[in-house]
């Protein structure tokens, strides 16, 4: 049986009954996110149009995620809206990659075989998976395939900062579902905000990154 993981209702971030926004933090988090992408959107313009439509999905991806901890809504709809988006910006970054000149026949054809193993794997994660949670991860795993494949494209530092970045939001995640409930007792405090700050780090980074290679 899958476990109760519903995003967001249950991200370490108590929901506010009597407020306006559900979960404030993750809000302004997410929401800040979302108008760096767009303020990165009106600077690029000499940034190719793949490019601009990577950050512009990431921007709709950030409005919509901070919508989703401004409301909740009953039911699965924004979780699945969320893993639809995420499949949306790993397309639009490996047609960037393609229509960019960085794909190259003969050495990078392989990355359609690990792409197809990990959707593969996304798809028994959020089919038979006992833990639902896992699933958020097995959904980015695809764009992450397409980044390090693809990874000569970015500096040596930039591309340190990258897996930094990913490897602790991560652990976060994973730490803040299974310690949520101890964490909470010791102390009510937004932890779900810190697990995005790390997630939007990345994102500007990378976001930046490519509009302005």
């Not at 980044?147 to 494209?153: E, G, N």
């Amino acid at each position: 049986m899958s476990d109760p993981y519903i995003f967001p209702f249950t991200t370490c971030e108590r929901k506010n009954p009597d407020g306006f926004v559900a979960q404030p933090y993750s809000f302004v988090v997410n929401f800040m996110t979302a108008m760096v992408l767009l303020f990165i959107l009106g600077r690029a313009k000499a940034a190719p149009p793949a490019a601009m439509l990577v950050v512009g999905l990431l921007a709709v991806f950030e409005l919509w995620h901070a919508f989703s901890h401004f409301k909740h809504i009953s039911g699965q709809m924004q979780r699945t809206v969320i893993h639809t988006l995420v499949y949306f910006i790993s397309a639009a970054f490996l047609y960037f990659i393609v229509s960019s000149g960085v794909y190259e026949d003969a050495q990078d054809r392989w990355v359609f075989f690990w792409i197809a193993a990990v959707v593969a794997l996304d798809a028994a994660a959020l089919t038979f998976g006992s833990e639902a949670h896992w699933s958020v991860i097995t959904g980015v795993l695809v764009f992450v395939c397409i980044l390090f494949w693809f990874r000569r494209i970015f500096d040596a530092v930039t591309l340190a900062a990258f897996s930094v970045l990913i490897v602790i939001g991560i652990v976060m995640f994973l730490l803040e579902k299974k310690y949520c409930t101890a964490a909470l007792k010791w102390r009510v405090l937004p932890y779900h905000a810190i697990v995005e700050i790390v997630v939007s780090s990345f994102i500007a980074l990378f976001a930046y990154s490519l509009a302005f290679r």
